[in-house]
């Protein structure tokens, strides 16, 4: 009798298994970038959830790597990315962009606007701006690109994401 028991419970547990699969995998919603919108220094862009001001940008070129220090203004205005909320999922989303190539994520400390360090996830719409973000890549693939490299930050818009990108050379 324990035997019918346990094989009506595990043949109901599989069945509301595959029912969850199927709902969750029915209409994946895989959109990418579908624009590429170039900013300048110092515009100010009203993106949804969030305006920002890509205040300086300065590449080194090393032997080994490329630095990139980029200082931003940002203002959050309800951002919402990748299951994150706020300037820490902003901050997630802004590239160090080789067009066609190599896109690399910020480091994992950021400076605020007082010229404290602090981690990524500590950052709140409180925090001190504007903040300086350092980005780095290898030598080697920059110097084989054919576009110049790109500051670049995505912003979701429901419908997929929108890049807005500011050129470094």
Known sequence: MKRKVWLA?????????GLRYWQVNANPLCRGVDKEIFVKKGQEVHAPGIDFKILSAKMVKEKENVYLTVKVDLKDRGYYADGKRGIIAAVNNMYFNMPYSLSNPSDLDVVDGKGHKMAIGY????????????FNNVRSWYDTENAPARFSFLVGDGNGYKKYSMPLE
Not at 123 to 134: A, C, M, V
């Open 123 to 134: 950052l709140t719409s409180k925090t001190p701006q504007p903040l300086t973000l350092k």
């Open 9 to 17: 419970v595990a043949s109901v547990l599989c069945v509301l298994a």
